[in-house]
Structure formats: structure tokens, C-alpha cells
């Protein structure tokens, strides 16, 4: 499968000009850097035939603030917080692709209740995270109070990541060694009580919005990414998933402790609006079992296996770890040179920027309202793309 | 398929791949004038099948003068990783 993808310099060459006199005079217009649906800084520069999409072009670069350069001056440690304001809605599993790079390049060992703590926070965010689209889907497709329900959720996950961590977005939590705090005393309980709240929550969702005709109208058959232009594209997390491609690294990696808990890798069928959407809705239904699993048998045990005062040495070699994030593959490749704690380089492998040109093959041949449809079905955050 | 397989199928059918010391993944080097042919090995070959490309940077060695261009390729029908720098 071959993708081809035109620079916006190409595109606007003579020879994509109508040659006829009487030719439909087509025309370009600008979705974006500021606009509601772009949910940040992108730009989409769209080559229309009335309100039919003929071509799109992602723009992106708006919000590049530098930050693989940046980590080349930053130890480890100081390079966990930098991940955290790249998809601001995965923090935690940012935090932990950083974090696994390091420990495997330094040898450094963790134990069971570290990643059991990791894996329930980086679930309990995956449900937040869906929650967010959820609600952000119904505003973008025209009912707003979806967008409030959302918020709510969201906010119960946040005042439990609050107690704990401290920080409510931004978190720096998950550190070479283990963790940056041990648990609230209040965690077990209450993320017990959440659980329970979430779970009828989730079919309340449900009933007020998935079984909404209009939504079912523009969400069904809209925007169908095959598993062939999926694969090509290198989409990864529920748009992959969706397209009916069971590539789940958290089934497919050794990490955490996923492989002591059983959940569904949840796919679609066709590719659509609709199955990135309910793919999402189920796997909201997912972590919530897997949290339920780990949250009366965390182990007893040191949070931090590390003295922070002690430098993190990486023997000279190039290390790569990645991790399932709540949109999809978030990878860390570090070159370490072995003489500083620094890395020299350090990549990062972002689920949102190959998302993102998923647009390039789902948009062409709809309408202009179906690329709202569509955009808000891959769930982008942008300062994950421009980093 | 461990590791030490799927390196030497992949030095098998590209001549001129030589697998890569350090790298804590399966990893071969290519020359630069092999890419596109070392590509189309490592997609079509049926034992391989790398259909992915997970992404790819770049690496600056002013020393050498030079740069490195890493690509991570992945296969959804076997489940392997291959670091290809070149």
C-alpha cells in the first residue's frame, strides 16, 4: 500500500488549476491554526469543489517549542516533566515511555508495586483521556451538553491524581526508578468509588449520545481508514484499532503488569467515524476492569528504587521503549555516548503526528461538516505533534 | 522468531546489511545507497513483512561528519521490531 502525501507547495502548482473555461473553479480554504475543531494550533488547508473535499494538507508546526533539542541538555530526570506538556492527556504514560527508555539503557530495576502504581495510573488516565473526547465529540458535532458530562468525569479522575501527585494535568510522576510520591492513603478507596460511579456513567454516555440519530448519521460510513492505509500510515491506538488492526502494545509489550490482568484489545469492523468512536466508549468498559483487577492487590514495597542524588549512567548504545498511551504508540529513542547522564539524541515517537495524516486518506470525496466528523474521531493533541 | 533469527534472515536476503552492536532491540545497518532496496527486501520478503513504519530520525555525528537515519520498522503479521539505521 502506498501512500502518496503532497506538500502544500505541490499543491498549489498551475497544473491542479482547471484547464477549461468551463471548468468547476476550484478553491482553497483554511481550517485552522484558530479554529474549534483544530482543539489547538493546526492548520488544514482544504482544495474544495463546492463543499466536496478534493484534498487535505495538515500544516502542523504551530506550537513547536524544540523539546528533543531541549532534552539533549537535560538529564533523565529533568526530562520527565517535558514529557508531560506533549499530549497533556496521557501524562502519566509520556512520563513512563521516558522512563522505561532510561531504566533499560541504565539497567535500573523496578518492582511490583511501582508498576502496578504505574499501570493504575496510566489507566485511570486512559479513562479520563476517553471521557474528555467523549464529551468534546458532542460538543464538536453539536450537543453541547455531552461537553459538560465530560468535564465531570474528567474532574473526578483529576481530584484523585490531585491527592496523590499533586498536580492535576501536568504530573511528573512516573520517574527512572519508580515513582515520584507512594500513594495517597485515600487512593484505594477512592479510585474504588470512582469505579463504581464510572461504570453506569459510561452507559449513561451511551444513552444520552451514541444512540443519538444525528450523531449515528454522521459518524456511520463517514471517514473509512482501511487496515491496509492504516498500517501504511503508521496509525497506531483506537484509529488503528478501529480499522480492525488488534495492535495493542500493552498485549504485545512487557510492561507493567498488564500481562497479570485480563481486558479486551477492543477493534472495529469498518474503519469509520463510528468504530473509532465506540473502540474508544469500550475501552473506557476495559480499564475500568483492569483497575478493578489491581486495586486490592497492590504490593507492599519501596516506590523508588533510586537515591536521587545519584547520576543515572547509560552505557554508549541506541534504546528504544514505547508504551500504549490513550492514543496509541508513544515511543522514546535514545542515543546514549556513555560519558553523560544527557542524552545525545533523544526522539520521540509521537501517536498524535502519525494520526494526523490519517486525514490525508479519509478526507477526500467528503464534505467540508464531515471533516469535523472526522477530525474529532482521531482525538489529535496538538503540542504531541509539534513538540 | 528471537532476535538472532530475524537478524540473520535480514542479513540474509540484504547483502549488504550488517547487524548493529548496542542497540537493545534487533538492529541492522544499510548503506545509504541500499535503502530503498533494503526497504522493499525487509516489506515483501514473507518471513519479515514489515509493513510499518513506526517512525525514523536522525542521528548527527559532527565528528564523522555525517548523519545516521534511523528508521524503527514494525510487522503487524509477525509482531517483530527491527532498528535500521543506515
Not at chain 1, 527512572?176 to 510520591?181: A, H, I, K, L, W
Not at chain 1, 509489550?253 to 463510528?274: P, R, T
Not at chain 2, 509477525?78 to 535500521?84: D, I, P, S, T
Request: with cysteine.
Amino acid at each position: 500500500m502506498t501512500v502518496t502525501i503532497r506538500t502544500l507547495n505541490e499543491l498549489l502548482q498551475p497544473s491542479h488549476l482547471p484547464a477549461h473555461p468551463l471548468a468547476t473553479q476550484e478553491y482553497f480554504v483554511n481550517m485552522g491554526p484558530q479554529h474549534p475543531i483544530s482543539h489547538g494550533s493546526l492548520r488544514l488547508v482544504l482544495r474544495l469543489d463546492g463543499e466536496t473535499v478534493k484534498e487535505v494538507i495538515p500544516v502542523p508546526g504551530f506550537v513547536h517549542r524544540g523539546v528533543e533539542k531541549m532534552c539533549e541538555s537535560l538529564t533523565p530526570r529533568q526530562i520527565v516533566p517535558y514529557t508531560d506538556r506533549l499530549d497533556y492527556l496521557s501524562a502519566f504514560m509520556n512520563n513512563w515511555a521516558i522512563t522505561r527508555v532510561v531504566e533499560t539503557a541504565a539497567g535500573i530495576e523496578s518492582n511490583e508495586r511501582i508498576e502496578t502504581i504505574r499501570t493504575l495510573m496510566s489507566e485511570l488516565q486512559r479513562i479520563q483521556s476517553h471521557a474528555l473526547w467523549w464529551g468534546v465529540t458532542g460538543m464538536d458535532l453539536g450537543a453541547f451538553t455531552a461537553f459538560l458530562y465530560g468535564f465531570r468525569e474528567r474532574e473526578v479522575i483529576s481530584e484523585i491524581f490531585e491527592e496523590t501527585v499533586g498536580a492535576r494535568l501536568t504530573m511528573n510522576y512516573i520517574q527512572p526508578g519508580g515513582v515520584m510520591y507512594d500513594i495517597h492513603p485515600n487512593f484505594v478507596k477512592r479510585v474504588k468509588d470512582v469505579m463504581a460511579y464510572m461504570k453506569p456513567i459510561i452507559d449513561e454516555y451511551d444513552t444520552l449520545l451514541s444512540g443519538n440519530v444525528i450523531l449515528q448519521e454522521r459518524c456511520r460510513n463517514i471517514g473509512i481508514l482501511s487496515p491496509e492505509k492504516a498500517i501504511a500510515l503508521g496509525c497506531t491506538g483506537p484509529v488503528l484499532r478501529a480499522s480492525g488492526v488488534p495492535y495493542d502494545l500493552r498485549k504485545m509489550e512487557n510492561y507493567g503488569v498488564y500481562n497479570k490482568v485480563d481486558f479486551n484489545v477492543v477493534v472495529g469492523a469498518v474503519g469509520d467515524c463510528w468504530d473509532r468512536y465506540y473502540v474508544r466508549m469500550q475501552e473506557m468498559r476495559e480499564s475500568i476492569r483492569i483497575v478493578e483487577q489491581l486495586i486490592d492487590s497492590i504490593p507492599e514495597g519501596p516506590t523508588m528504587t533510586l537515591r536521587y542524588n545519584l547520576p543515572i549512567e547509560m552505557p554508549e548504545g541506541t534504546y528504544y521503549s514505547q508504551v500504549e498511551t490513550a492514543r496509541g504508540v508513544f515511543g522514546a529513542f535514545l542515543v546514549a555516548e556513555g560519558k553523560s547522564e544527557k542524552p545525545y539524541p533523544l526522539h520521540f515517537r509521537s501517536p498524535n503526528y502519525n494520526n494526523l495524516w490519517s486525514v490525508t486518506a479519509l478526507a477526500p470525496g467528503w464534505r467540508v461538516a464531515d471533516i469535523i466528523a472526522i477530525l474529532s474521531s482521531l482525538d489529535l493533541v496538538i503540542p504531541d505533534i509539534d513538540r | 522468531m528471537d532476535s538472532e533469527e530475524l537478524l540473520d534472515i535480514v542479513e540474509r536476503i540484504e547483502s549488504g546489511a550488517t547487524k548493529r552492536e548496542k542497540s537493545d532491540r534487533p538492529a541492522v545497518h544499510v548503506p545509504v545507497d541500499r535503502l530503498l532496496s533494503a526497504m522493499r527486501r525487509l516489506r515483501n520478503y514473507q518471513w519479515l513483512s514489515f509493513d510499518m513504519l513506526v517512525t525514523h530520525t536522525a542521528i548527527d555525528w559532527p565528528d564523522d561528519n555525517r548523519f545516521e537515519l534511523v528508521y524503527l520498522l514494525y510487522s503487524t503479521v509477525h509482531g517483530h521490531l527491527l532498528e535500521r539505521p543506515q
